[in-house]
């Protein structure tokens, strides 16, 4: 597995597999790799020809006194990680190369970053798709693999290269969650084993909110209402948001006669975790 | 000549290309073409392989109230004088195939956008990084030519480029300039021959602050002042802006001691148009 640390090297490692003809296939992460990482990197190992990852902790979707400078860190067992699961290119660029001192750009998708994620952490899409376009415009992907944990994210991306006319496909990626149905993330590094036990109610909550739709409950507030109140009742989470949205356009869902997604953010200890479901009510 | 109205045609011909290895050129424009286009395809046609240009009036970067609907359009006439410049694709798409009804992904160039044109016309300039961003995605340029009559054009579109790490080289192309001294311009076309002589004040009131500049004049806001007050002396002119800034930041410069720019906009009738002129003090 080659190590690239510029945007010079990568671009001309992107520009030789493209004009050989090789589909490249892009994972972008923050490092610190779990299952659902590994997950990424396989179906982009089974897909493209060329499998790059990006390594990069980006400092533009981290709000002020959120977790970037504590964020987990383990470069030589990503890398061990990520040559076992046949990645041919880790793109792991310093911050310098990254952002200019005097960086001035940012790519802003509006309306779909108004709620969830969005609302509670400002600013944390335009770091997203700033970086994601940058990522692109380096690693010229074909295909980029997102998981569906982050799924405003998805949403975003996926707005995001329509609109610019990126020549990307995005990839959607399923959960993937430990035995207790808690979705991994680099962030569960942060739960002590009784808050680790406390996370599962995330999947708890959004299990029971999910059995309420399917037994054709439709109103989305009242769906809320008891997701978060089954989540207060864990005494060590604290509810960030709880809500039922459209899983197109991310709005708030009145009336649920279509795909919903319920999505909920919750803060356990000093992890904030997040996690969702999406249910087809027809 | 070619020409191509859908994104879907347009990439496939620009991918041929660099597959092939050719260079590609692009001139974006919003048409009704003069000689400063033709200087730019010219260029283009002497430096790479396949020259294209865009034709877009390009809703995103006009404000209410502004010349969208009044802005002269002349397509067969523009195809006609492109084709004779030896130019290769013509990329002239519909509204609806660069904007969907929903689009919501917009670049912001900040700091940069806030003054001079930025500041008259909130909105531009993230209009225009927008466009340029998905033109670069659709043609895939190796070089894109850009006129310096629309200098902070050129300081966004080249620090959007830096910070997005486009792979597109820009390369600043001379004004051009009628025999009077006028620029050319698209929008010249909305004077009356009265209104068409009062607009050499622009040139006019730039040639005498540069002068004052060469001359040993170092302070910026004398300058200004002496500037708006040249062209105030034309009864047919209202000042837009008349300013002296850093010709890199674009911020107002106190004192005059490197790479100033010295930009002025004025409306004369309905027309509202725009010239400056860089000068080095030593």
């Known amino acids: 597995m080659q190590i690239l640390k510029t945007v010079r090297e990568m671009r001309a490692r992107a520009e030789d597999a493209r004009r050989s003809g090789v589909i490249i296939g892009l994972v972008p992460t923050m490092g610190f790799f779990h299952e659902g990482h590994l997950s990424l990197m396989r179906r982009a190992r089974a897909e493209c020809g060329l499998v790059a990852v990006s390594l990069f902790v980006n400092p533009t979707q981290f709000g002020p006194g959120e977790d970037l400078a504590a964020y987990p860190r383990d470069f030589e067992r990503d890398c061990a990680l990520a040559a076992a699961e046949g990645v041919d290119v880790m793109f792991a660029p310093e911050g310098a190369a990254m952002y200019a001192d005097d960086h001035a750009t940012f790519v802003n998708v509006e309306r779909l970053t108004a709620s969830l994620c969005?609302?509670?952490?400002?600013?944390?899409?335009?770091?997203?798709?700033?970086?994601?376009?940058?990522?692109?415009?380096?690693?010229?992907?074909?295909?980029?693999?997102?998981?569906?944990?982050?799924?405003?994210?998805?949403?975003?991306?996926?707005?995001?290269?329509?609109?610019?006319?990126?020549?990307?496909?995005?990839?959607?990626?399923?959960?993937?969650?430990?035995?207790?149905?808690?979705?991994?993330?680099?962030?569960?590094?942060?739960l002590s084993p009784e808050e680790r036990r406390a996370a599962t109610i995330l999947r708890r909550s959004l299990v029971a909110a999910g059995g309420q739709i399917e037994q054709g409950e439709r109103d989305g507030a009242a769906v809320a209402r008891r997701l978060r109140e089954t989540i207060e009742a864990e005494p060590l989470a604290r509810v960030d948001y709880a809500e039922v949205v459209d899983a197109e356009s991310l709005a708030p869902l009145g009336r649920i006669d279509h795909s919903a997604l319920v999505a909920v953010a919750v803060r356990i200890g000093r992890a904030r975790l997040i996690d969702n479901l999406v249910v087809e009510a027809g």
């Open 118 to 190: 969005g609302a509670s952490r400002p600013g944390h899409f335009r770091g997203v798709a700033t970086v994601v376009a940058k990522l692109f415009n380096v690693c010229r992907p074909h295909r980029a693999y997102f998981g569906l944990k982050d799924y405003q994210q998805v949403r975003v991306i996926e707005t995001m290269i329509r609109d610019l006319d990126f020549d990307v496909e995005l990839v959607r990626c399923p959960i993937v969650r430990e035995p207790d149905g808690v979705a991994m993330s680099s962030r569960n590094s942060y």
